[in-house]
């Protein structure tokens, strides 16, 4: 059939090529084909993504601003965002810690195991946040395994501050790590031998070497690690029990006030965590924008 | 402040891979020494040991009588250039030259009017007064190279040690800083090993050449010895272009295809041997005893000089010739040639 096809093709191309035609670069498309694809993309993000946020807003403020201002500052509301950022401020840090750490430890040695450590870091990933937070209620849970030693001991962790914490840093764990180890591996050891063979100890070389040379990377990850860890739900909602004013944080609010039908509520406070998105957003592009060629060599996905 | 550096037995090994076998080698305080090889030969591997930034399997490195495994990196005062400089990026040029001296233990550490005083000597020294507040990133290769000097010698070494030095730079800025940091050694002194592939930055820059291949050390001498006298055959043809001719040594003559075409050999040595007779040690001549007779098959320009390529019978490979005349043979024309210098190691 090819072969038939062929001959026939071969003759028509001269033809086509003797035509003047509008310049244009090889290999680009058509201007129509370029339209299409802005259109479809543009389109789709308005539809999909932009849109939604906007009615957030314009929920949170369909019954005026002193409405808005009573669901975000009633008692079980201020619990909710206390609860958040109190989470979001042990997690983020331990992450942080635990990230650079692990990442030190990838890009600049070598040891066995190497490769297991990196796909343990991408396993929040990849693992449904439903089912890290059931692992954590099979472990300390009442009926868990470790369930009555806690229990005996008074220690509470599920249905408590510390599961939260914990079901937040098992799922927001790569992002730290996940933006240093790429960019640290590009950039070797070279710079930390050369301020050994100058005199400066272990720390000094981390503290001015190593770490001031990622730190638009390590910013970066903390950034969406943090919003990850605010934004948390289905991990958390399994661990917290959803105590009012007790276990309840941000998204679970926002989830049970829409479930009673307190939509304008629900969005008031859906609207504190879609600005703390759009914060992260605008920092995001602030850094790109400014720091574009730093953080270029840490892009990895 | 300058040692000896004594190299006592170095093996190296890399998972399969052995970088050095047993290598030895003597560094006088104040010497200016090349350790030469291509790439492979374990000649950064050598530095990298000297500095401490690797471990030796075997053997030790001493400076002066210390023996340097007793030593931490700070206490070892090794002053190290590396290839891409590793000039900290986050620091201006004034921080990266202060920071050795800012990295001492509290008690030795130079008040800041010190620190500034020292950093601007530094500048003066390496000729680049003023650059104190530039970040690395704006300044020339030429320049970041100096820095990374300025650097290195801002802990007051007791060894300076420079890995391929000027192998990121383009060749006009090669030769200039070749001139100004042999200036600049014998200015300050210090006993200085340098890595290079280059046979001729080597040859002309240092005091003595340490030539490594496949991590042994073939030969050490000074830059005339290993030239005139290589050892080897490898570091005869490192060193520069070379003819080869399977020749065979009868008493203190040297036969090509039963023509002698060498006489004088000292050596003790009767049978087959290789003869390396490098181009300019090839004259043109009129028919005298030893010549070769050839067929000028190529002329090419290369330098100052031109090359004849001639074909002589017996001989897979032309043999390279430099012309020193200005008259030239023709292509074609029938020549004789004689062998004025040549190295003869015998084949198996």
């Known amino acids: 059939m090819s072969e038939a096809a062929l001959p026939r093709r071969d003759a028509t191309v001269p033809a086509k090529a003797a035509k003047p035609r509008r310049a244009r670069p090889i290999g680009s498309e058509s201007r129509l ?34 409405a808005y201002r009573a669901a975000i500052t009633e ?37 066995r195991g190497k490769n297991l450590l990196i796909s343990l870091i991408d396993l929040p990933f990849s693992v449904s946040p439903v089912i890290s937070g059931l692992v954590y209620v099979l472990l300390f849970g009442a009926q868990g395994y470790l369930g009555p030693f806690l229990k005996a001991n008074g220690i509470e962790i599920i249905f408590a501050l510390p599961g939260l914490v914990l079901a937040t840093v098992f799922v927001t764990f790569p992002f730290v790590a996940r933006e240093l180890i790429p960019h640290m591996q590009s950039l070797g050891s070279t710079d930390e031998e050369a301020a050994l063979t100058l005199g400066a100890s272990p720390w000094r070389v981390f503290f001015s070497i190593t770490l001031p040379n990622v730190k638009w990377s390590l910013f970066y990850g903390v950034l969406l690690c943090n919003a990850r860890a605010m934004g948390e739900f289905g991990a958390v909602a399994v661990v917290s029990g959803r105590i009012r004013g007790l276990t309840n944080t941000m998204p679970l609010h926002v ?17 504190l965590l879609a600005g703390l998105t759009l914060v992260t957003l605008a920092l995001k592009s602030l850094l790109e924008w400014r720091y574009g060629d730093a953080i270029a060599a840490a892009r990895h996905h | 402040m300058t040692v000896a550096v ?29 350790l030469l090889g291509p790439s492979g030969s374990g000649k950064t591997t050598l530095l990298r040991l000297i500095a401490g930034l690797e471990q030796a399997d075997a053997g030790r490195v001493l400076f002066g009588d210390v023996d340097t495994r007793d030593l931490s990196l700070r206490d070892r005062r090794i002053g190290f250039v590396f290839q891409h400089y590793a000039l900290f990026k986050t620091m201006t040029v004034a921080e990266n030259i202060a920071f050795g001296l800012r990295s001492r233990p509290r008690a030795e550490r130079p008040d800041g009017a010190e620190i500034k005083r020292r950093v601007e000597a530094l500048l003066e020294l390496v000729q680049l007064p003023g650059l104190e507040r530039r970040y690395p ?19 007051e070494p007791q ?39 280059d ?6 820059l240092a005091d003595r050449v340490a030539i490594l291949h496949e991590g042994r050390l073939e030969q050490v001498g000074t830059p005339d010895d290993v030239y005139d006298h290589p050892a080897t055959p490898f570091v005869c043809e490192f060193l520069g272009e070379a003819n080869r001719l399977p020749v065979k040594i009868v008493g203190s003559q040297a036969f090509l295809d039963d023509r002698p075409v060498l006489g004088g050999l000292t050596q003790n040595q009767g049978g087959p041997a290789a003869l390396y007779v490098r181009p300019h040690h090839l004259k043109l001549v009129d028919d005298v005893p030893l010549s070769i007779p050839g067929i000028v098959e190529e002329l090419r320009r290369t330098g100052p000089l031109r090359r004849a390529e001639i074909a002589v019978s017996g001989l897979a490979k032309r043999l390279d010739l430099d012309l020193t005349s200005q008259v030239a043979p023709a292509i074609g024309e029938r020549v004789r040639v004689k062998i004025t210098h040549a190295t003869a190691f015998a084949t198996a």
């Open chain 1, 33 to 66: 084909v370029q339209i299409l694809l802005i259109a479809v993309s543009l389109g789709f993000l308005l539809l999909f993504l932009l849109l939604p946020l906007i009615s957030v807003f314009v929920e949170a403020g369909a019954r005026g601003w002193s």
């Open chain 2, 159 to 197: 060894v300076l040690l420079l890995d391929e030095p000027f192998g990121a730079l383009d060749a006009r800025i090669r030769k200039d800083l070749r001139a100004w940091l042999r200036d600049l050694h014998s200015r300050t002194g210090h006993t200085t090993v340098f890595v290079t592939h």
């Open chain 2, 6 to 34: 004594s190299i006592e037995g170095i093996d190296k090994r890399f998972q399969a891979f052995q970088a050095l076998r047993s290598v030895s080698l003597d560094i006088q305080p104040g010497e200016f020494v090349a």
């Open chain 2, 137 to 155: 990133s704006q300044l020339s290769g030429g320049q970041r190279q100096r820095i990374a000097l300025a650097r290195a010698l801002a802990i």
């Open chain 1, 75 to 111: 008692p079980d509301a201020v619990a909710a965002i206390r609860l958040t950022l109190l989470v979001a401020s042990i997690a983020v840090p331990f992450n942080v810690v635990v990230g650079v750490a692990a990442a030190w430890a990838i890009a600049k040695f070598e040891f």
């Open chain 2, 199 to 204: 046979q001729e930055e080597a040859l002309e």
């Open chain 1, 255 to 271: 989830e049970i006030l829409y479930n009673e039908y307190m939509s304008a509520a629900a969005f008031a406070v859906a609207s």
